[in-house]
């Protein structure tokens, strides 16, 4: 598995935002122009090759014999940090990313099947920084993390009424940590290191979900996504006053975590409809801690003082989130439609392991889209504006006390385009 993880790793991240703050936590508040343009409601759609990420049933009540749908996205971040010795703000290069999804369906319209690359989930920052002691002087942050997934799916429509649908496929993940870094765990909790840590692997994703038509006219769905659990492989050197510089073999153990949302879409009028979506995503058993286990030192002063492996926890300790979206759509006439959305979620991090290598204090988003037939294909556009409030550190948790008295903000722009295609 390690081995297919690293041949794939990187097809996947290319769709993925090259050091970003997303949203609920570092999942992102919908993919895609159509969803996003709603606010992220798409768990009880089938207007969208998205839907095969969000809720795989709507495979099955997709209009017509299938589709074709190609998004492309660039991400913004504003985001600053500030502590005695520090005042910055980083305004990133636009990041782009994507996905991609294939549906079609049966003769008899009983049965769908999908094939899509997704990029759900990253966080990443890049700051240069005043050291603490013993690393003084101006320092690189850097923090890269992203989760991709490649995903067939079934769906089936049981009744008229009732569809059901699930994925099996895979997922695929990058971490890489950068800068002055305190070890946290005993005995050599406080030891000052210097690290650059890079690690990749892949591992099994899956999900499940339902869609029921309550009336002509409205439409519940249910869906589930299995957490992604990684062994990631990789390596790390670290700089350690007095023991000099070494390289190891790292082994990441990394969660992504899982989610359960229910959904609702409803006609007001042949021209109208409302949408909302309650999603519950379980951080605090995914990101509770991030395990790295290093062997193999280079540095035969490493071994004789350390041992030949070192294992550390770097703490996190997220909060469970419960997201709401909410999306309004109306079509002007058959061909144009505008979109608007909100969607609150509150910021799973504590201020104690809060860290500029992690900066999502997000909360708030805001998003408008546009669409409209171009040929035999739709144009769909959208915008979102994700912000929350700045938050204060008085007291890290984390040793070594680079982070104390520390000031954190993020804002994040998103613009997306999908192109799609019915048969």
């Not at 409302?274 to 035969?300: C, K, R, T």
Request: contains cysteine; proline residues 6%.
């Amino acid at each position: 598995m390690r081995r297919f993880g690293t041949a794939i790793c990187w097809l996947g991240i290319a769709f993925a935002p090259g050091g970003a703050v997303l949203a609920d936590g570092v999942i992102r508040d919908g993919l895609g122009a159509i969803s996003c343009g709603r606010g992220g409601t798409n768990i009880a759609a089938a207007d969208n090759g998205v839907v095969l990420l969000d809720n795989p049933a709507g495979l099955a009540n997709v209009n017509g014999c299938g589709l074709i749908d190609v998004g492309a996205d660039l991400l913004f971040t504003d985001m600053a940090y500030a502590d005695p010795e520090n005042d910055a703000i980083i305004d990133h290069d636009p990041y782009p990313c994507g996905q991609l999804a294939l549906v079609r369906k049966s003769r008899d319209g009983c049965w769908a099947f999908g094939l899509g690359l997704f990029s759900p989930a990253a966080f990443g920052s890049r700051y240069h920084l005043k050291g603490p002691p013993p690393w003084t002087g101006t320092r690189y942050y850097k923090s890269f993390g992203a989760l991709s997934k490649i995903l067939p799916g079934v769906a089936c429509r049981v009744t008229d009424r009732l569809s059901v649908g699930g994925t099996l496929g895979v997922g695929v993940s990058h971490v890489e940590l950068e800068g002055p870094y305190f070890l946290q765990s005993p005995p050599l909790r406080g030891t000052p290191t210097m690290m650059d840590l890079q690690a990749t692997g892949a591992t099994i994703a899956w999900s499940a979900g339902l869609q029921y038509q309550v009336t002509s006219v409205t439409t519940v769905g249910i869906a589930y996504q299995s957490q992604s659990r990684f062994h990631l492989d990789g390596s790390m050197a670290v700089d350690v006053p007095e023991l000099g510089h070494c390289r190891f073999d790292a082994d990441v153990d990394m969660r992504w975590p899982r989610s359960l949302g229910v959904g609702m879409r409803h006609e007001v009028c042949p021209h109208r409809s409302v949408s909302a979506d309650v999603i519950w995503y379980n951080w605090s058993e995914a990101f509770d801690q991030i395990g790295i286990h290093l062997s193999n030192p280079s540095n035969p002063a490493f071994e004789y003082a350390l041992g030949p492996s070192l294992d550390e926890v770097f703490p996190l300790a997220w909060r469970d989130t419960v997201s709401v979206r909410l999306g309004y759509e109306h079509a002007f006439r058959p061909d144009r439609v505008a979109r608007f959305g909100y969607t609150y979620h509150r910021n799973p991090i504590p201020a104690g392991t809060l860290t500029p290598y992690i900066q999502t204090t997000l909360e708030h988003t805001f998003s408008i889209g546009y669409g409209w037939l171009q040929g035999a294909w739709s144009v769909d556009l959208a915008y979102q504006f994700t912000f929350g409030p700045g938050i204060d550190v008085a007291s890290s948790d984390l040793a070594g006390g680079d982070f104390d008295a520390s000031h954190h903000e993020s804002r994040v722009h998103v613009m997306l385009v999908t192109f799609s295609k019915r048969f």
